[in-house]
């Protein structure tokens, strides 16, 4: 999904003898007088519109209920004069920004990889959403099998296992806001669903 954000807030932190602020990354040094600063920082978050955007790492992912994950700023059509936070000596410049967000919905058709294989059920990732549950009782003709490293097996179709691709049906969501997350229940009753091999 792409978004347009009307309004939207960059935070830089006062200058310091190690930087932490990667605007370098998201700005072309021609639009951010402080890019030359940054450039090479480390993957701290950037504010933008009041929610936290990171530039690279992985476990600091974040999504808003409205919009979703924000995977990607694809435009920055303006920047406008900065301001200084009178307590914590931060720059804030009121950004207008074209981005990629991703955000799941039920009745989707999509795919994801198992991390996680349990009695009841395995755990898939999707994109940034690291918490799809797909339940046993939605895995038509597949039986668990413990072991060292458990699997699901069926007579017809490819094991579910650690690392396998199944495409699904998603049939509920649920944003959790103290995580700033969304999760999913998924199934695989359908035509054309289940491990890709």
Do not use: W
């Not at 955007?53 to 059509?77: I, M, P, Q, R």
């Amino acid at each position: 999904m792409r978004v347009k954000v009307q309004s939207g807030l960059l935070s830089i932190p006062k200058p310091s003898p190690r930087p932490h602020c990667a605007a370098a990354q998201l700005l072309p040094a021609s639009l951010c007088p402080f890019a030359s600063h940054f450039a090479g920082a480390s993957s701290s978050p950037i504010a933008i519109a009041g929610h936290s955007v990171f530039a690279s790492s992985d476990h600091e992912k974040k999504a808003t209920k409205d919009l979703g994950y924000f995977l990607a700023v694809t435009t920055v059509d303006n920047i406008e004069e900065g301001r200084v936070r009178e307590q914590t000596g931060d720059v804030l410049f009121p950004v207008l920004f074209s981005c990629v967000t991703f955000k799941i919905y039920r009745g989707e058709i999509l795919e994801g990889v198992v991390h996680k294989v349990l009695k009841h059920g395995v755990f898939l990732r999707c994109g940034p959403i690291e918490n799809i549950y797909l339940s046993n009782q939605k895995m038509p003709d597949y039986r668990y099998v413990p072991g060292e490293n458990p699997f699901f097996m069926s007579d017809k179709f490819p094991k579910i296992d650690k690392d396998v691709v199944v495409r699904f049906i998603v049939i509920g969501t649920k944003y959790i806001e103290t995580d700033k997350e969304f999760q999913a229940v998924v199934s695989l009753e359908g035509d054309y669903l289940g491990p890709i091999s």
